[in-house]
Every structure is written in C-alpha cells, then in structure tokens.
C-alpha cells in the first residue's frame, strides 16, 4: 500500500489545483487601473446605445446618476405592459359568448 504524506499546516493540500502550468494567474489592479477600465466598459455600453441617457454628476457625493431611456431596444421585443387608465373587468361580467357558442 503506498505511503501518504501529511502536511501538518494543510498548505499542499490542494496545491495541485492552483499550480497548474499556462493557468492565468490573477493580477493585482491598481484604483487608477480599475476606474479606467470601469469608464472603458461604460463608455462602450453607452456607445452601444440608440439613445443616450442624460448623465449628470452630483457634486456633493460625487456620484454618476444616469437618466436611462424609457424603455432599452431589448425590452422593446417584450410584450408592453397593461395600460393603467383601462379599468379592470369587474368579477361576473366576463364575456361568457364562448361557453354560450360551444
């Protein structure tokens, strides 16, 4: 029977799985790495875009606060939702003309 080697601190313990060669290896990203590529994504995204949203800035905080369209070219294949100024049928006044004809 072949002999089992035990690591007391259990560091070589999945070793194998993290080690392999030609793997990628994680980077470390700089802030200035992260929010260029952050505003390269956005950007890319907007361009993308048949209508652009308004953006403004909120000086106090800083924060981006988009303006999106009304409805995105995607959700426009959708069906639309149900009109809020046609009142609902009230209980017992269904068309009943099918289960008359049938």
Do not use: C, W, Y
């Amino acid at each position: 029977m072949p002999q089992v080697q035990h690591s007391e601190s259990g560091d070589g313990m999945f070793r194998f799985l993290f080690n392999r060669r030609g793997g990628n290896q994680p980077v470390a990203e700089s802030q200035r790495q992260s929010f260029d590529r952050l505003v390269s994504e956005l950007n890319s995204l907007i361009d993308d875009l048949p209508d652009k949203p308004r953006v403004t800035v909120d000086p106090a905080t800083g924060h981006i606060l988009p303006e999106p369209p009304e409805q995105f070219p995607d959700e426009a294949l959708a069906l639309p939702a149900p009109s809020q100024d046609t009142p609902a049928p009230k209980p017992g006044t269904e068309d009943r003309s099918e289960a008359v004809a049938a």
